[in-house]
């Protein structure tokens, strides 16, 4: 093997290296980016479901109005005969 030969084989290598140091540095921030992204959309996620998780359906709402509508009337009076008022419109 001559000196020229063995120098160009050199050359590729490090050549070689190089390029494959770079490619293997991008596939790190790539990764990194994805997981983050991933990370994220997990939490949007979560945060979603506990949102909606707390929320009352409509058929419940429904179901406690026409649970309050069918109790009966205690007091029969109206109101501005329970609560007296005075000239100020306060009550008493």
């Known amino acids: 093997m001559n000196i020229k ?3 160009d084989i050199l050359f590729q290598f490090k050549d070689f290296l190089s390029r494959f140091k770079l490619l293997l540095q991008r596939k790190v921030v790539k990764n990194s980016k994805s997981r983050h992204l991933e990370e994220l959309e ?3 996620n979560e945060k979603l479901s506990m949102i909606t998780s707390h ?3 409509r058929d419940q709402i429904d179901n406690i109005v ?3 509508q069918q109790l009966k ?3 029969k009076r109206p109101m501005d005969a329970m609560i ?3 000239n100020l ?3 008493k």
């Open 84 to 86: 007296q008022y005075d």
């Open 55 to 57: 929320h009352i359906k």
């Open 89 to 91: 419109g306060l009550p």
């Open 5 to 7: 030969k063995g120098a």
């Open 66 to 68: 026409n649970a309050y």
């Open 73 to 75: 009337t205690m007091d």
């Open 42 to 44: 997990i939490k949007k």
